[in-house]
């Protein structure tokens, strides 16, 4: 670990701030839960599509459990996106909202730019120009090196060399095949109309139509919206598989704030909707953290919409979140004064003493107090906050 991540960790840490990509430096005694993780991860990666809730009450590390999930699935070639829902920025009464955000905050091992998003586009124009040009047509290379290539050339060189993007839906198709085809010709305006588009941005009927007017017969029909958000995700996934990625990994944190928005109703048919569209969404898994109050309420809700005719619906809904559940115990006091010495170990990373006897040896002294800290009743936040504390004690 260099000082520059010690550092990121410990000022994460100390402002009650879990760092999601740093985790695994100081984790400990979830081998179990991870194990789980990474079966699920395996059958994403054949093809099969996944959905876990991870369960337990406030405070007791859900969140660390996203993270850890976070960096098993991008050790293992998926993409991946960690959104919290919130009442005002993310509702999942607005699915589109929902949608935008798990496209800003889009992240794979190896992204070029800040913006996972923009990297992932850009992943995808470096290897479709190499597929077409791997292949002896000097037609082919010709036009992608001097871009002289027409809408309908670059069309048939997809077709040709790029079958698999065929199952993908009609309007990502045509999204992706014009987003490339403006790069070739320079035309930042479509460039851009092209990537608002994709992360769920409301594009006017007449902008859309100009746009058309640059694909021939190749059209995007609709806007993203609630009514398609979780088909253009996995558009994404299958795009992503072609890359030569493994699948998409989608975490929601916070998904017990559904009673929190004006709008519950709506919240809970979109959560009746995420988990049956994950049934079929191949090469997609979802990860959702949740409270026991999370359930108590849905069942509340969900109620309300019982009739014969929801009735197998619903029972599909109740069976999959009590199966796909992954219940969160507390950690041993053993372990959790695994995870303050490994705390401390970072700091001293981030000071640049690693070898400081000097600050050893006052940790050392106040063992006594770690244990006693480590041994009483509090949510990993408190705990964190407090070792975090009397770290910086050692300071002065």
Request: with cysteine; hydrophobic share 40%.
């Amino acid at each position: 670990m260099d000082r520059y991540t010690a550092d990121k960790i410990i000022n994460c840490l100390e402002c009650g701030i879990v760092p999601m990509d740093c985790v695994k430096y100081f984790s400990a005694g979830r081998e179990k839960e991870i194990g789980l993780i990474q079966k699920l991860l395996s059958e994403t990666e054949s093809g099969n599509s996944g959905l876990l809730f991870v369960h337990g009450h406030y405070g007791i590390g859900k969140t660390h459990i996203l993270g850890l999930t976070l960096d098993c699935a991008l050790e293992r070639g998926f993409i991946a996106s960690h959104v919290t829902l919130t009442s005002r920025e993310c509702p999942l009464s607005h699915l589109n909202d929902v949608y935008r955000n798990i496209l800003k905050n889009l992240c794979f091992s190896g992204q070029q730019h800040k913006s996972g998003f923009y990297s992932f586009l850009e992943s995808w124009l470096n290897l479709t120009a190499q597929k077409i040009l791997s292949h002896k047509d000097e037609r082919c290379k010709h036009n992608l090196t001097y871009q002289t290539c027409g809408f309908g050339c670059l069309d048939e060189l997809y077709g040709k060399y790029i079958p698999e993007l065929w199952k993908v839906g009609e309007d990502f198709r045509s999204a992706v095949k014009l987003y490339q085809y403006a790069e070739l010709r320079g035309n930042m305006q479509v460039k851009d109309y092209i990537i608002r588009w994709l992360l769920g941005e409301k594009i006017k009927r007449v902008d859309l139509n100009w746009i058309n007017k640059q694909l021939g017969s190749v059209k995007i029909q609709n806007n993203i919206g609630d009514d398609n958000a979780f088909m253009m995700l996995k558009n994404i996934s299958q795009v992503s598989k072609i890359m030569g990625f493994n699948g998409f990994v989608i975490l929601l944190d916070e998904a017990e704030s559904i009673p929190s928005i004006h709008r519950v109703t709506d919240g809970y048919i979109n959560l009746i909707k995420l988990i049956i569209q994950s049934i079929n969404m191949s090469g997609v898994f979802f990860v959702y953290a949740t409270t026991p109050q999370f359930y108590d309420d849905a069942r509340i809700y969900l109620k309300s919409f019982e009739s014969e005719e929801t009735k197998d619906l619903l029972d599909l809904v109740y069976k999959r979140m009590e199966d796909e559940k992954l219940k969160l115990i507390p950690l041993t006091s053993d372990e959790l004064e695994f995870i303050a010495n490994k705390i401390f170990e970072i700091y001293m990373v981030s000071v640049g003493d690693e070898c400081n006897s000097h600050l050893t040896l006052r940790w050392q002294q106040m063992k006594d107090e770690i244990t006693e800290i480590c041994g009483a009743r509090q949510t990993m936040r408190d705990f964190i906050g407090r070792i975090v504390m009397n770290i910086k004690r050692i300071e002065n």
